[in-house]
């Protein structure tokens, strides 16, 4: 347990401070320049996930249960992906840009926003392939400290060109938000060769096929997952413009706060539950899921409080007009926090096709729904199919989680006093 919350802390400023950042660059660039900025994270991290093949899920795998995997190896592993994923990126980038004239992921003419999503891709890819690194090494607290930090020092810069030159922040928003995402990343690459100085190792047939068996699954729940998550963004795009794409990203943004702690708690998952001095017990994690539930339905309440207070006094009035979803969302959002964590169970366990079939199910619904109701209700339409979606999965999962924890449904959500005792000082102490 000590292992699951040493990087929490960090991990949540970290994801805190992007929030903050987006939330700048909503109120300032408007709703319609949001919009493209959404679109370009949300096809940036659809071929991400396509060129990724699921490494990084295998990086973290592979690093914390394999004997055979050393640090070299799971490096050399880290740095070859990547390098193909951003060579594969890079040639159908600039293909695209040459022969039809606009960019890949904004579908932007202009040659500034061309350099911006490269170097907003590469930071994604670099940041993604290297946190699954540190964690595969039990380093989540390193890493995602060092994440804190340097965003911390990004974030105050931005304060001070908002407050000195705020024209910079509304003429160059994905720059901004581009150069959030590469500098951390940069800083956690080069940080973790300089302190561990790992060298290039071969790797064998055999691992390589361990590596891909593992990644294949991954890949394809990964993509079927976005799908189901970010095709209401396409989808509005089409039907409607970007300004409605920017009034529903920013009410998703909202209700996607009530996934920052089961997100980073599903990453940490895999080598708490893998590690032999102090593995995570079914126990404990039943415990961490009430807990974590419970806690989100008292946060759902402020953050609804939240959300009217920055609608009304801090961003642009275009972006109210999402506040309906926002409500309409935020039960789904809140069913689906039990998902996340055990989701991260399964697959630190190797029940892959649990997560696959969730993500089908997921997938299938949300995909009906939307294409039945965006059409006649905008971004409403795209609430409404969330909710029912998630709440659909979050039902399997949990069934499916009955039958491996052999517990009942209200075993499963009724608190308990000793749930506190994942809070126990010893614990506190290390995070």
Not at 7 to 33: E, H, V
Not at 186 to 212: C, D, G, T, W
Request: proline share 2%; aromatic share 18%.
């Amino acid at each position: 347990m000590q292992l699951l919350l040493r990087g929490f802390i960090f991990r949540l400023i970290f994801t805190g401070i992007g929030f903050l950042i987006s939330l700048l660059i909503a109120k300032l660039a408007g709703a319609s320049q949001f919009g493209t900025l959404s679109l370009i994270i949300v096809n940036a991290a659809f071929i991400h996930i396509i060129t990724g093949l699921g490494t990084d899920a295998a990086i973290v795998w592979h690093g914390v249960t394999g004997t055979n995997y050393d640090r070299n190896k799971i490096f050399s592993f880290t740095v070859i992906t990547a390098a193909i994923q951003l060579l594969f990126f890079y040639i159908i980038a600039i293909l695209g840009y040459l022969f039809l004239g606009h960019t890949l992921l904004g579908g932007s003419y202009e040659l500034r926003i061309f350099f911006a999503e490269t170097i907003y891709f590469t930071g994604l890819v670099i940041m993604d392939k290297f946190l699954s690194l540190y964690y595969s090494q039990h380093e989540a607290k390193l890493c995602n400290k060092i994440l804190s930090v340097i965003s911390g020092l990004l974030f105050f810069v931005v304060l001070i060109i908002w407050f000195i030159k705020p024209i910079l922040i509304i003429d160059f928003p994905i720059w901004i938000y581009s150069l959030f995402v590469f500098i951390p990343s940069f800083v956690l690459a080069f940080f973790f060769i300089i302190k561990f100085k790992p060298a290039f190792k071969n790797i064998s047939q055999e691992e390589m096929r361990s590596f891909s068996s593992f990644s294949f699954i991954v890949l394809i729940t990964n993509l079927i997952q976005f799908v189901a998550f970010r095709a209401d963004y396409w989808l509005i795009s089409i039907y409607y413009d970007h300004t409605s794409v920017g009034v529903y990203a920013q009410a998703s943004k909202f209700a996607q706060l009530l996934w920052i702690i089961p997100g980073v708690l599903a990453g940490l998952l895999v080598p708490a539950l893998k590690n032999k001095d102090e593995k995570l017990s079914d126990l404990k994690l039943i415990s961490l899921c009430r807990i974590s539930f419970y806690i989100h339905v008292a946060l759902s309440v402020l953050l609804i409080i939240a959300a009217v207070i920055i609608y009304k006094f801090f961003l642009p009035s275009i972006y109210f007009e999402g506040f309906l979803s926002l409500l309409i969302m935020v039960p789904g959002y809140l069913f689906y926090t039990i998902t996340v964590i055990l989701a991260g169970y399964f697959s630190a366990n190797r029940l892959l096709k649990v997560n696959l079939f969730g993500s089908i199910l997921c997938c299938g619904s949300i995909l009906l729904f939307d294409f039945l109701l965006i059409p006649f209700l905008s971004y409403n339409g795209a609430a409404i199919a969330n909710l029912i979606a998630y709440t659909i999965t979050t039902i399997y999962v949990i069934t499916r989680s009955k039958e491996k924890f052999r517990i009942s449904f209200k075993e499963l959500l009724n608190f308990k006093k000793s749930d506190f005792d994942i809070f126990s000082d010893q614990v506190i102490k290390n995070i």
